[in-house]
């Protein structure tokens, strides 16, 4: 096997329009926690620059620091130069496994494959939801099924609660996220979701995950799925809660909803009628800084990534002084509430979960 | 290597580095110049600094401090290698005094940092370089940034009260105070401050610091005729009125605008964006209009004036997309910054085109008209010799231009490793004589940050 990258002209005009100007140091996550170069996408960039004119060469060092990114694209709203590190990372991640630079995905495309799962979880819990025909289709994902399954039950009960006419599938991984480090999607499985899907008849599908909502609208392998896809925040927002809280909410806009697939409003005009007294953080829409938990970090670099969450959640908590943190991502959500300390009094949720609570507190009170 | 082991025993295994892959980005800024260091040390204190000094002194190992690396100039670039200092990780605010008008760091704090704690109290620390989200302030020390606002608050030299530095044979020095006046000694700051790290290690600075103006308005002007243009530019900076900035952007920076982005321009040589600002609306408009009274003395093709915050944003935009559509229009760049009095800016501009043109290359001119500081954006292809050669040429001759207008080679980039071959058009034999007796007075084994400026 040769060691030799191809850099195709996309990848080499890219590498060659990063100007060095180092304007990434001040949004990078990661480089927020190290303050080493090779940490930012100036520095992964300058590798590549090195590798693609033989000056260094394919090591397992530059491999790694390819893979230390949460494609978080805030550099890439901020470079003045017009490039989107990000995408050249994931293409380079795919070109260094090409050579023979295997990571520990790998490893995880086979969990996928056998469970249909990127935990290797054996049992999923299906929450009792009716399955069969329905005008909406619920996607959950593999965090929010395995991870947080008491958020989702409060989501799925919300869509009770305001009467929507849902279903839910036996799903499997979306498998997107393998395009990401170095490999590619689980055509298998895509075609599993694809055919289960198909069979509720749904008009839409409606995906609480902002990663698999990307995947589904994004992907070839989707492409045929012949339904109107929704992120969660999209299909509530012309809904009518009924509901308040008093309390000082503020909003973490997850990479994947935001600078990804560009929903930055939505999720905003439903906290504005079940919160009055709305905040905003200092970096927010597309300045917002990443949660950690994107790219593949939290597998690949795990205390990087409860570190960056514990940097904006403490960042939040001490700019905004809400009481309630909300978000609409089961990765974000997860790694917020791993990173949580107990001394911080904060309550982090899912937009969806929360106001399911605040329904079911109405609820109560109105049976007293 | 015993060396190595040293470095090691300073700041601890996981502060130094001589991993290949992390010394490749140390071999950059963002400037052409490319030379691999042969370690990285991130110190934490003073002291660690002054451990590393001493070793490289001892040992004769080249050091080049660091802080974000934007060094438009090769500045930062270890051309002789050594150890690379990387000072990020001295980033504390140690002390913001209102009452006596003064900010402490330590030399890695980012300019914006600083600034975003000196808005809680109303206050700022003025300079502004493009690049304060990122910058630091002990770099902002060695290379004496400045910024768009240069004409009216001057660059970081104004503001600088004290330092602390070590020096090349590793003892602490203070300089300065904590005064608003001071003429006690020697003024041997002010020698640090654009020293580009040859000299020594600024490690804390004490900087003064301004009452944040409350507001600002915002014009932009268009010329058919650049004398015009010029006219307009050094009779408002005569006018007894100072404006907080004064941009210009030259017909080649005007069209690349026009061409990606879709900012609304019409055809005009030169186009001019300014701001009054203050403490008071009154004050902010009183000035502007005496600027729009000489702008529109000098045949103006447009002018539109902004108030709210939006419209402002609205007329920053051709000037805040330049540099960004021009590196994009390009493979390769190279970003000057001659800088020349005030009423020569217009010969500047005819000069670089004729010079562009004589080349050919592109070459686009924008920067702060009012103290003179342009920056000529050289568009080339880094992988065709025949074109790295024009742009050497070109650069030759902007040099010796801004020279002939009793210019000089560099405003606030810095002379590095780019322009150290034309010092000497600008520094008499005399001067050079001095600078390099300077700096082996203070660097006897010359490990500071050598190679650069034609010192050696």
């Known amino acids: ?368 | 290597m015993q060396e190595k082991q040293k470095l090691i025993e300073i700041v601890g295994q996981e502060h130094f580095t001589d991993q290949i892959e992390e010394l490749v980005p140390y071999s950059y800024d963002a400037s052409m110049n490319v030379h691999r260091p042969d370690g990285v040390v991130w110190p934490e204190t003073t002291e660690q600094v002054v451990e590393i000094v001493r070793f490289a002194n001892e040992y004769k190992v080249p050091i080049v401090p660091r802080g974000a690396g934007t060094s438009l100039s090769g500045g930062v670039i270890p051309i002789k290698g050594g150890i690379v200092m990387d000072l990020s990780r001295m980033n504390r605010i140690l002390e913001i005094s209102i009452e006596n008008r003064y900010a402490h760091v330590q030399a890695g704090v980012v300019c914006d940092d600083l600034n975003r704690e000196l808005a809680k109290h109303g206050f700022v620390f003025p300079p502004d370089p493009a690049s304060s989200s990122v910058s630091t302030i002990g770099g902002n020390v060695a290379t004496n940034a400045g910024g768009i606002k240069g004409a009216k608050y001057g660059t970081t030299r104004d503001y600088v009260l004290g330092l602390q530095v070590v020096l090349p044979t590793g003892a602490i020095m203070h300089t300065g105070s904590y005064t608003m006046k001071c003429v006690s000694g020697y003024d041997l700051a002010k020698l640090f401050i654009g020293a580009e790290g040859t000299l020594g290690v600024i490690t804390e600075v004490t900087l003064k610091i301004n009452p944040l103006p409350r507001h600002a308005m915002t014009a932009v002007a268009t010329f058919a005729k650049l004398e015009d243009a010029g006219k307009a530019i050094f009779q408002t900076m005569t006018s007894g009125v100072l404006p907080s900035v004064m941009e210009i952007l030259d017909k080649v920076t005007l069209k690349s605008v026009k061409e990606n982005t879709d900012i609304d321009l019409p055809d005009a040589e030169a186009m001019i964006l300014t701001e009054t600002d203050g403490f008071t609306w009154e004050e902010v408009e009183a000035q502007m209009e005496v600027v729009l009274r000489v702008f529109k003395e000098n045949n103006p093709i447009t002018i539109k004036t902004a108030k709210d915050e939006k419209d402002r944003l609205n007329l920053w935009k051709a000037r805040k997309s330049s540099y960004a559509t021009l590196a994009r229009a390009s493979n390769s760049f190279v970003l000057d910054d001659v800088t020349v009095p005030i009423s020569k800016i217009p010969n500047l501009l005819v000069g670089i085109q004729e010079i562009a043109q004589r080349h050919g290359l592109v070459v686009a001119t924008y920067g702060h008209a009012g103290d003179g500081n342009l920056h000529p954006q050289i568009l080339y292809d880094e992988y065709h010799p025949e074109q790295v050669e024009k742009m050497e040429k070109v650069e030759e001759d902007l040099f010796k231009l801004a020279i002939s207008l009793n210019g000089t080679l560099t405003g606030e980039h810095g002379i590095g490793l780019s322009k150290a071959n034309y010092m000497t058009l600008e520094h008499d034999p005399v001067e050079m004589a001095l600078m390099k007796q300077i700096k082996r007075t203070l660097d006897p084994n010359n490990i500071m940050n050598p190679g650069k400026r034609a010192l050696d």
């Open chain 1, 1 to 368: 096997m040769t060691n030799k990258i191809q850099f195709d002209e996309k990848q080499r005009k890219a590498i060659t329009q990063c100007s060095r100007c180092g304007f990434c140091r001040a949004v990078c996550p990661i480089f927020d926690l190290t303050k080493r170069p090779i940490t930012n996408a100036r520095g992964k960039m300058i590798l590549l620059k090195e590798v693609m004119e033989d000056k260094l060469p394919v090591t397992e060092g530059v491999a790694q620091a390819l893979l230390r990114c949460t494609t978080c694209m805030n550099c890439t709203v901020n470079c003045p130069s017009g490039v989107d590190p990000q995408e050249v990372f994931k293409a380079a991640r795919k070109d260094f496994v090409g050579v023979g630079f295997d990571n520990l995905f790998k490893k995880m495309g086979e969990v996928i494959e056998k469970y249909g799962n990127i935990y290797g979880e054996e049992e999923r819990y299906d929450w009792g939801h009716q399955k069969g025909n329905a005008t909406y289709v619920l996607f959950v994902g593999c965090v929010g099924t395995y991870r947080e399954e008491e958020s989702v039950e409060e989501t799925i009960r919300l869509l009770d609660l305001l009467k929507v006419d849902f279903t839910m599938i036996d799903e499997v991984c979306c498998s997107g996220v393998m395009e990401d480090v170095g490999y590619t999607i689980k055509k298998e499985l895509a075609q599993r979701n694809v055919q289960e899907l198909q069979k509720t008849n749904a008009k839409t599908l409606i995906t609480t995950c902002p990663y698999c909502y990307r995947v589904f609208k994004e992907h070839p392998s989707y492409k045929d799925l012949g339904m109107e896809i929704k992120h969660i925040t999209q299909f509530l927002k012309d809904f009518d809660f009924g509901v308040k809280t008093d309390k000082k909410v503020t909003y973490h806009d997850p990479c994947d909803l935001g600078r990804h697939a560009n929903i930055y409003d939505e999720p905003r005009e439903i906290i504005r009628k079940i919160a009055p007294n709305f905040v905003e953080p200092r970096r927010t829409r597309e300045n917002a800084m990443c949660c950690g938990s994107g790219g593949g970090l939290r597998g690949s670099f795990p205390e990087d990534s409860i570190e960056i969450s514990r940097n904006r959640l403490s960042q939040i908590i001490e700019e905004t002084g809400a009481e309630i943190l909300l978000t609409e991502c089961p990765s974000c959500l997860h790694n917020f509430r791993n990173a949580k300390l107990r001394k911080q009094k904060i309550e982090i949720y899912n937009i969806t979960e929360f106001i399911a609570q605040l329904l079911q507190e109405k609820q109560k009170k109105e049976a007293a």
